[in-house]
């Protein structure tokens, strides 16, 4: 009976073992991705969270994003305009200006809105505006995204460029893809 007991215990030691094993590999894990991903916000997303709200604070405060937005808001009223907008605001200089908080994008949107509303602008015109106001939104993170990916910074500059590039050719296609369903779906 003594022996049973002994084989038992073992059992029951071993296993609870494994068990406490386990458990600090899984904490231990859990407490590295955690300092892993304090150290990556950190370094990577906080300043660029900074970067960004002193864009937006510039150009909320100085008026240039109303400015901006009150000139673009009449090329929504055609799809000639809205490719034409789509053009301007995706321009590979002005596109990470233009991106931060959305504000442009947000203004213009107000507006177009309201113009839709009011019956000024025609309802076909609602998606393709969409398309269009939304296309610099996210160029600003471009080289965050990169360097969150560990890229070399030889990779970021050529990386940045080609994206806002492609945006840049690609901002008219979609908008007349858009243009299409819009008569299409109104």
Do not use: Y
């Not at 050719?169 to 369903?181: H, M, S, T």
């Amino acid at each position: 009976m003594s022996v049973w007991k002994g084989k038992n215990m073992k059992t029951v030691s071993k296993f609870m073992t494994t068990v406490a094993a386990g458990i600090g590999k899984f904490v231990m894990t859990v407490v590295q991705a955690a300092r892993t991903s304090f150290k990556l916000c950190l370094e990577t997303i906080i300043p660029f969270l900074i970067f960004v709200s002193t864009v937006f604070t510039l150009i909320t405060s100085t008026g240039v994003g109303n400015i901006i937005a009150n000139a673009l808001s009449g090329l929504a009223t055609s799809p000639i305009g809205l490719i034409v907008m789509g053009l301007i605001i995706t321009f590979p200089l002005l596109s990470p200006i233009i991106g931060p908080g959305a504000v442009i994008p947000q203004v213009i949107g107000a507006l177009i809105g309201g113009l839709i509303s009011t019956g000024a602008v025609p309802l076909t015109m609602a998606l393709p505006t969409v398309f269009a106001i939304h296309q610099p939104c996210g160029a600003d993170f471009i080289p965050v995204g990169m360097s969150l990916c560990e890229a070399e910074p030889e990779t970021v500059e050529v990386g940045v460029s080609a994206v806002l590039f492609s945006k840049f050719v690609v901002a008219p296609v979609e908008i007349l893809i858009a243009v299409i369903i819009g008569q299409l779906v109104f």
